[in-house]
């Protein structure tokens, strides 16, 4: 068998997709049985405009490792693939480049231009993000891939609207909203983040009492909102102002006189006890502007300069410039009391980072109270969506449900979904689907529709279900019906208000049903260093790069490996070890199919009686025609039940193998079950690596090398080449790119090993059956066994290494133990002193060795070997005295860090954590040198 002596990735990666998605293996049809279970699931959609970074390549990774699990059990599967149109993002991008190249605005070119603009930037570089998605190896099917703004996807919004305005679920109003001066858009709240500055001021004004000498003083750390004051209030229980409510203030820089009013919202231990109220720029202040019918004056402009409504002075200053007159103008007229150091929290849009200012405008909301207790209600009769992990993520989204406000969904852009809103000359509004429902109900064609488009989390909250064909128009198509609800979402936690409750309120109130049964909460990807990665650090990590270095499928494992819901650092370590190990799947069976003559892969050579059941559930219906004298009969079922037969002929490592190899089968399966992605990576990893390869190869290579064509000698090729063959198949979902590359170079692997749901299909191992695990070929007893001559060949090199015998010296072995456990190491005496490289192996009930003896304790039995003639002495004991002294100065200095506070508060976690570990791992090693120590001295 030819085969490469180094594994190339890149060309693995490119020829395998190429091929799977040329045959088809990605889309459902490919599954040939009519009652086959099904399992669906939706890719968060990227932004068109977005480059994979190491969140997606994590999101994507268990997505698809899911996906290919259940592919291979045989279910109907859909990875439903798509992108949003990411409308701010997007149109500033276009913004940019059309600045760049023609120094033009959007509004030089007008709405409809500007518009096809961006889709033909969409068409050019719109599939960039989804040519990366490909790299990562997703079998998602391509046939149905969507975006966010494809024709049928529109119509869906556009009548989820319609339906929602007319039940007034939807309705247009005036209120405060998050709006982003430089975007020129509002923000939902999730949009908006906080950012703490300790360098802020806390500005104390004086407002005089009209017809009085006395003053009241407020605190506020925007003063330049003081234009659009309308009241001042206080608590009616605060004794300090009881006599002032009701009185007349004279608002300082303005014409205007406002009142003191009294409301239970006033802190009086907060500041002065005294709030200026800005009904127009502050939410909190809007809310008791309506419970008195305060004025609300709007005293800034879109692009937060102050307006004509603030005052000649300030009309057309910056708000921040405007701050700055109006204190010194304050100071002029003795009215400013104090300044104080205060540390400030700022709302500043996500996207841009530029402050919001919160401002009274006119825009669409979508009522939540109804909404919102569909979902609720689906969570507390059916604790739907199930969270993974549930804590605490079940009660961040029931509690965020229950003081859920009205939704803001229009946004000042011209890319997205424009409104179907229409108004006549007279104001009038008439919502409809098309502009010609929108005539017919106006009864005129002198309409002009609203300029504003939806928030992208609108069209974005209909995904699960508007991208199996839903349109409204459209209601039940075969897609929809055979996959919604669809199994999983995977996400992370920033989306979870943004859009994973979105969608649960939308698809109970349009299909009646939820749109997932589970959502998997995934962790960030973090520096090396523990911090979130972002452009501004320059600290990003490009998936792309680490394919191109490492490999898909090692990447693939390092990602799978973090725990579900946890922040992980990432490090290049962690990679190159499991590149390593895929460089070891690729020798292990290199080596194996190096000696494959006379070997096929036959699962029968690891469960032998299951092919004598097979002959007997063939000859059953036979049985009556047939006596014992029958040479048929007997020509059938003699060798299976032979004595000599090589695959009933199981030596204890053969089983052990066995048992481990299901085992870790079963084991995998339950982890994938409950979405532990790292426990099933360790699994697979220890199995691979520990027990088939530094363990079974080791032991039965003698026997698989042989030269000399034999019948065992082809049983124990065939057994090696078919565990290799359930390990690769129990990998794939994982490792997609190797596994495939190895598979078909297996001798006898066929399209006849798929799962039954799949025979037709050219042969790959995406397709094969995923080994479920049989827990009747668990052998315990071959594990105990296997357990303690492991254990025995183990102690006795560890003593070859801490005692540096020589590699060419063979020393002896004594072990004390019982009958039983002499029994066993007596039955691989041969494999001991091989592996072991010992001379010979001695056998009692209890050590009776010289003193110069090196030791050890295993379960069931105690070891020793003799070290006159291996080693000098003297040299030795310097060699372990000097080896001790490092070790116990090194643990000093470790010790002296973790007990400094300060470094144990400000060091990551994985760091703090690594340094235990070693403090832990030396004390171990300082445990053996001083045995060993004892024993030469």
Known sequence: MEIAKSYNPKEAEENHYRIWEERGCFAPEINENPDARTFSIVIPPPNVTGNLHMGHALQHTLMDTLTRWKRMQGFRTLFLVGVDHAGISTQLMVTRQIK??????????????????????????GDTITNQIRREGLSAD????????????????????????????????????????????????????????????????????????????????????????????????????????????????????????????????????AVKITPAHDPNDYEIGERHNLEKLVVMNDDATMNEAAGADFAGLDRYKARDLVIEKFEELGLLEKIEDYEVVLPVCERCKTVIEPLLSEQWFVKMDEMRDLALNLMREENSPRFFPEVPHRKVYTTWLENLKDWTISRQLWWGHQIPAWYDEAGNVFVARTKEEAIEKAGSENLTQDQDVLDTWFSSALWSFSTLGWNGEVTETEDLRMFHPTDVLVTGRDIIFLWVSRM??????????????????????????????????????????????????????????????????WRDEKVESFRNFANKIWNATRFCLLNSDGAQVDYSYLNPKAEAQEIVRELKGELNELDEEDEEFL??????????????????????????????????????????????????????????CDWYIELVKDKITSEEPNVARDAARSRILTIIEQSLRLLHPF???????????????????????????????????????????????????????????????????????????????????NAEYQNIFAQNEAQILKLARAESLNLSESLD?????????????????????????????????????????????LNGQLGNANFVERAPTEKVEEIRNRVAEIETQTGALKLNLEALK
């Not at 033009?104 to 096809?116: I, M, N, V």
């Not at 749109?515 to 600290?539: A, E, W, Y």
């Not at 000599?644 to 190899?661: T, Y």
């Not at 020793?864 to 002495?873: K, M, R």
């Open 849 to 893: 060795v010289p003193k110069a003896s090196a030791k050890a304790v295993i379960a069931g039995a105690e070891i020793a070997v003799p070290l006159e003639g291996l080693i000098d002495f003297d040299k030795e004991i310097a060699r372990l005295e000097a080896q001790l002294t490092k070790l116990e100065i090194e643990a000093t200095r």
């Open 504 to 569: 649960v309120m939308t698809a109970l109130k349009f299909v009646g049903e939820k749109p997932f049964s589970d959502v998997i909460i995934h962790g960030t990807v973090l520096d090396k260093n523990g911090q979130r990665m972002s452009k501004t650090k320059n600290n990003g990590i490009d998936p792309l790069d680490v394919f191109d270095k490492y490999g898909v499928d090692a990447t693939r494992m390092t990602l799978a490996d973090s725990a579900t819901g946890t922040d992980f650092a």
């Open 735 to 817: 490792m997609p790119f190797l596994t495939e590359e190895l598979w078909g170079k297996l001798p006898n692997v066929s399209n006849e090993l798929h799962n039954a749901a799949y025979k037709s299909a050219e042969q790959t191992i995406m397709l094969a059956d995923y080994p479920c695990g049989d827990a009747s070929l668990i052998d315990e007893r071959a594990e105990a066994e296997m357990q303690a001559v492991i254990d025995l060949i183990s102690k006795v090199r560890n003593i070859r290494a801490e005692m540096n015998i020589k590699p060419s010296d063979k020393p002896a072995i004594h072990v004390a133990a």
């Open 142 to 273: 391509w046939t149905r891939e969507r975006f966010t703004m494809d024709e049928s996807l529109s119509k869906a919004v556009r009548e989820v609207f319609v339906r929602l305005y007319e039940e007034n679920w939807i309705y247009r109003g005036t209120r405060i909203v998050n709006w982003c001066p430089k975007d020129k858009t509002v923000l939902s709240d999730l949009e908006v983040k906080e950012d703490k500055k300790k360098d802020g001021k806390l500005y104390f004004l004086q407002y005089p009492i009209a017809n009085s000498d006395r003053k009241i003083t407020v605190a506020t750390t925007r003063p330049e909102t003081m234009l659009g004051d309308t009241a001042v209030a206080v608590n009616p229980e605060d004794e300090r102002y009881r006599d002032l409510i009701g009185a007349t203030i004279e608002l300082p820089l303005t014409n205007r006189e406002i009142k003191i009013i009294a409301d239970e919202y006033v802190e009086s231990e907060f500041g002065t006890g």
């Open 100 to 125: 760049k190249d023609e120094h033009k605005t959007p509004q030089d070119l007008g709405r409809e231009e500007f518009t096809r603009r961006v889709w033909d930037w969409k068409n050019k570089y």
């Open 635 to 692: 020509d059938k079922v003699d060798p299976i039940f032979a004595k000599d037969n090589p695959k009933e002929n199981l030596s204890v490592a053969d089983r052990w193998v066995i048992s481990r190899l299901n085992k870790t089968a079963l084991a995998v399966n339950k982890a994938l079950e409950t979405y532990q992605f790292h426990e099933a990576v360790q699994l697979l990893y220890h199995f691979f690596w520990d027990d088939f």
